[in-house]
């Protein structure tokens, strides 16, 4: 069974930054890489941003140059830091991990909640 815990979401300004993270944990081998998606109320979940096993990074257009995804190999975890937050970028922040040799599973967090004021 594979787990993914999130934290580190919260309340700030605009104009204010935030880190989350998120730790893989369980029977997970050879992952292929690990991101982040959001979902505000009422909108379909967004991707925001995934990194490779080998670090190549891939950010969705509305946080590109804002956030920075990056990871711990050896912690099976990937971290989020997000900067300039906008009130749009309130939104449960999943964790998603794809892993697997051959056959792929794909794994979400739980969800943290990221709320930014105007």
């Known amino acids: 069974q594979v787990q993914l815990v999130e934290s580190g979401g919260g309340l700030v300004q605009a104009g204010g930054s935030l880190a989350l993270s998120c730790a893989a944990s369980g029977s997970i081998f050879g992952i292929n890489a690990m991101g982040w998606y959001r979902q505000a109320p009422g909108k379909q979940r967004e991707w925001v941003a995934t990194?490779?096993?080998?670090?190549?990074?891939n950010y969705g257009d509305s946080v590109q140059g804002r956030f920075t995804i990056s990871r711990d190999g050896a912690k099976n975890t990937v971290y989020l830091q997000m900067t300039s937050l906008k009130p749009e970028d309130t939104a449960v922040y999943y964790c998603n991990v794809n892993w697997g040799r051959g056959i792929r599973y794909d794994n979400w967090g739980q969800g943290t909640q990221v709320t930014v004021s105007s």
């Open positions: 990194i490779t096993s080998g670090g190549s990074t």
